[in-house]
């Protein structure tokens, strides 16, 4: 196993990449899950914290470890969401990102991995029943060989970082996209 920077306190809930320079205006919100002392669990935290700083003024970056129906009604009204997760059902170090949709049918055999109370597809359906809306988005989901404990990622995982990183800043780019421009403001 391969070690990565020291853990994010997920308990926390915390957000990365952002100044305390005021208000911001949120039109992508980026949820990361997982926990960075279940080794490639951790992985979706590594990103996050190798992304943080470069993101456009309009997203924000949350790690939420488990997700919570809570963390989908906590997204602002006119904004996407971003999830990054890893996942069973991939080639170890595989890195996808599938509509919300296509997770929440069932079609894949994409199993995002750090909802652990509900399933994914539960969770998503229980936030849209409860906003009335569905939720706008997209999830970035990595393949995973190791979820036991201990910090480190394995080869595979480790290798597939970069890949991790591009793919959650061009779908960041592109959820944003699907904001309306009215609902931006």
Known sequence: ????????PVDERAAIGQSGAGPQRVV??????GSPDRADDGAPSVAARMIGDHLSGDARVRIVGQLDIDDLLAIPAGAAVVIVDAATGLRPGQVVDLPLTGVIGGQGRVRPR??????????LGLAELIRGRPVCGRIVAIGAVEFGLGA???RPVAAAMP???????????????????????
Not at 1 to 8: D, E, G, K, L, R
Not at 168 to 183: D, L, N, S, T
């Open 163 to 185: 890949a991790l990183i591009q793919a959650i800043r061009g779908v960041i780019e592109q959820v944003a996209g699907m904001v309306p421009i009215e609902e931006r403001f």
């Open 114 to 123: 750090s909802s652990h109370a509900l399933a994914f597809a539960e969770v």
């Open 28 to 33: 992508v919100e980026v949820l990361v899950c």
């Open 152 to 154: 480190g990622l394995s």
């Open 1 to 8: 196993m391969t070690p990565h920077p020291p853990a994010v």
